[in-house]
């Protein structure tokens, strides 16, 4: 399970992963990317509601509904996400396969060959 791959279709993605590449000469892995959403998802806040004011971002951050190089930013009454969809893969023949969420799969799940007993 992983949180971001470069390749999973949501929009930005190829684009971030190029120009990081581009700049730091290697891809970024999933810790940049999760920085890079958070500051995102930051930034929407305090632009729609026009200020720094803590509690006015933290009750925008509450409420809004926003779609970041992640994907879906939503939040319960909690503060716990609840629109962002995991990315599931496997390795087959020797290269990484998304097989979730199905509407970008890749492969389908394999399973383990088992060794004649």
């Known amino acids: 399970m992983v949180q971001w791959i470069r390749s999973d279709g ?9 120009r990081y590449q581009r700049k730091h000469g ?13 500051g995102q ?14 509690d006015e971002v933290r009750g925008q951050l509450a409420e809004m509904k926003f779609r ?11 503060g716990k996400q609840i629109a962002n969809e995991t990315s599931v893969i496997q390795l087959q023949d020797g290269r990484r396969r998304l097989l979730l969420p199905e509407w970008i799969a890749e492969s389908s799940v ?8």
Do not use: I, K
């Open 10 to 18: 949501l929009p930005a993605g190829y684009d971030f992963s190029y």
């Open 26 to 38: 290697r891809n970024p892995g999933h810790h940049v990317a999760f920085g890079c959403s958070a």
């Open 68 to 78: 970041s190089l992640l994907g879906h930013y939503r939040v319960d009454e909690t």
């Open 41 to 54: 998802v930051l930034e929407a806040a305090v632009r729609l509601v026009g200020s720094l004011d803590r």
């Open 110 to 117: 394999r399973l383990p060959l088992r060794r004649p007993e």
